[in-house]
């Protein structure tokens, strides 16, 4: 299994150039959640899904937008990107057996 | 005030000590706990679940206090491998809502 995995890994933007930072997770996990982490603030979420086709806001969903398509896969998507969204976004999925999130690697992104 | 609060650190103690982190958290209707790790610009992974009861996962202890609303976790015999960040995370019953601190650094030292 690979677990949970995102790309990029490294993104560059220009401000108002959009995006989308993609996620797949190949452990049929019904819950899966988009978060970003700046220093000091720890990871914040942005946007969860309890199943496929449902989505729902979390903390921080200014400026993004999601995407569940199907079961495996969730996507996370700048519009218009800001020099606010520079961070860390990390995708994870939830195993409600164990009650454990598995993270993806993570993307960085700059927007300049 | 945070939903889920920790003390930022860093910790830097030597190599051998035992080392305690506490988290508070501020929803009652709470209902899971866990400890996770962070390496530096890794992702989190899971340390360990937090149960009522207290839990132990070879040198390291967990406990949850329900009625004063906090999370500890203590290292013992702490390990140069030990170095990391450790996120104190707070979920409801259905995992819809699960809360972050913002992680205490910790700094083993030979």
């Known amino acids: 299994n690979a677990g949970v995995t995102q790309t990029p890994k490294f993104q560059v933007l220009k401000t108002g150039q959009s995006m989308t930072l993609q996620c797949a997770q190949d452990m049929n996990h019904n819950s899966m959640y988009w978060y970003r982490q700046d220093p000091g603030m720890g990871l914040r979420l942005i946007y969860y899904?309890?199943?496929?086709?449902?989505?729902d806001k979390g903390e921080v969903p200014n400026g993004y937008n999601v995407s569940r398509l199907n079961k495996r896969e969730f996507s996370l998507r700048l519009e218009s990107a800001a020099p606010s969204q520079t961070s860390v976004y990390f995708c994870a999925s939830f195993q409600e057996l164990k009650e454990t999130q598995y993270f993806g690697p993570g993307t960085r992104l700059l927007v300049l | 005030r945070k939903e889920v609060e920790q003390d930022p650190g860093p910790f830097n103690v030597p190599e051998g000590a035992t080392v305690a982190f506490n988290c508070t958290y501020s929803n009652s209707a709470s209902q899971s706990f866990f400890w996770y790790r962070q390496d530096c610009r890794k992702e989190p992974k899971l340390l360990m679940s937090?149960?009522?009861s207290g839990n132990e996962d070879g040198r390291f202890t967990a406990q949850l206090n329900r009625a004063s609303q906090y999370i500890s976790l203590l290292i013992r015999d702490s390990k140069l491998s030990d170095s990391a960040t450790y996120l104190c995370?707070?979920?409801?019953?259905?995992?819809?809502?699960?809360?972050f601190g913002s992680g205490t650094r910790l700094s083993i030292r030979p």
């Open positions: 937090v149960y009522s």
């Open positions: 995370v707070v979920g409801d019953s259905s995992a819809s809502k699960i809360i």
């Open positions: 899904s309890a199943s496929e086709g449902t989505t």
